[in-house]
Nanobody, 123 residues
Framework: VQLQAFGGGLVQAGGSLRLSCAAS????????MGWFRQAPGKEREFVAA????????SYADSVKGRFIISKDNAKKTTYLQMNSLKPEDTAVYYC?????????????????WGQGTLVTVSS
């Protein structure tokens, strides 16, 4: 499956942004979808994931209560709604797919990756 992430941009602190990740070339409904991010000078880290069935979600503590992940099998798209954004959310955001996954926080579990989209939050 090929993934393309988009929706990044510049937003002020406290604002909202919705990222999208469109999939092609595979059976999207079989995939757990995750979002990871990499801030300048830092390691890539887990942000959120939704199980392949859509029944469960998981979040990093740093975004819990502010971000919402979802997947739309009909549109073959996963979304990351980001609210109450903070300057420390500034990063390149990557979407990833893990076939029949349940929402792992480990990058190693994800077989397919998108190219990344930049989110910049100004103070």
């Amino acid at each position: 499956v090929q993934l393309q992430a988009f929706g990044g941009g510049l937003v002020q602190a406290g604002g909202s942004l919705r990222l999208s990740c469109a999939a092609s070339g595979g059976t999207f409904s079989k995939y757990c979808m995750g979002w990871f991010r990499q801030a300048p000078g830092k390691e890539r880290e887990f942000v959120a994931a939704v199980a392949w069935s859509g029944s469960t979600t998981s979040y990093a503590d740093s975004v819990k209560g502010r971000f919402i992940i979802s997947k739309d099998n009909a549109k073959k798209t996963t979304y990351l709604q980001m609210n109450s954004l903070k300057p420390e959310d500034t990063a390149v955001y990557y979407c990833a797919a893990d076939i029949y996954g349940y929402g792992s926080r480990s990058e190693a579990e994800y077989e397919h990756w998108g190219q990344g989209t930049l989110v910049t939050v100004s103070s």
